[in-house]
């Protein structure tokens, strides 16, 4: 005669057995396989590539990331900036040395959009945004059809938007305490972040992408009343295929 023991006897006897042996043979699952979180970890863990930056000087490896973003032909750049009693916001595309265009928001005002060709900064926007621009001053004419007004970028009057192209294009050259911090991720790639300080007393944070060219990634800086943020994305290298500049808004 058969004599199959139940499932549920079966199953009641294993675990009693274990539970006797557990002091002396520890029952469970082997040493090392894991289960949950823990063993994510520790797949994450192995899995992680080398550290590229590994042992580099962090002043050196900050101002390669900035040569680097500086000398791309071609960015895309999402800029707040807050300078005095304006909060501004912008998405801009930047393009060799000088050229910067895009829209412009400033808070409370109006939007608006700017065009920077090597010295001339041209803008144009809705009332709220001329208004603004112009604040005491009668606003000017329009120099174009499509109402474009020109200005010199040494004109103190455009000083703001032209902060706003300048912010995407920092300068590492005079960086001080610059230090490296835990490493953090964007869009599940490795970032590294550095921490400087900038002359004045600027605080400034830097993430660096780890993945590839070491492009900035994101660039903060904090200075009392004068603070902001730029946001890096669509950086083509050195070498691609240029556009013409757009007609902004036409």
Known sequence: MRTTMPAAVSATATVLTCAALLTVTGCGPAK???????????????????????????????????????????????????????????????????????????????TGEILLEGSRLSFRGDEGFLKDQFRDAPPKSPDTDQGWIDARTSDPSVAHLRALCAAARPDPAELTDVRREPDTYQNGK?????????????????????????????????????????????????????QPTPTLGT
């Open 32 to 110: 090392g396989t894991g289960t949950g979180a823990a063993a994510k970890e520790s797949a994450t863990a192995s899995a992680k590539a080398p550290d590229p930056l590994a042992g580099k000087d962090p002043a050196a490896v900050l101002r390669a990331a900035y040569e680097e973003t500086a000398k791309a032909e071609k960015k895309n750049a999402a800029v707040s900036r807050t300078i005095g009693d304006r909060q501004m916001s912008a998405g801009l595309t930047f393009e060799g040395d000088s050229d910067c265009w895009g829209k412009v928001t400033v808070m409370r005002a109006g």
């Open 190 to 242: 490795p970032v590294a972040v550095f921490k400087a300080k900038a002359p004045g007393g600027a605080e400034i944070t830097d993430h660096v992408l780890l993945d590839g060219v070491p492009y900035l990634s994101k660039h903060w800086h904090q200075a009392g009343n004068d603070h902001g943020r730029v946001e890096y994305d669509g950086v083509r290298p050195t070498g691609a295929v240029s």
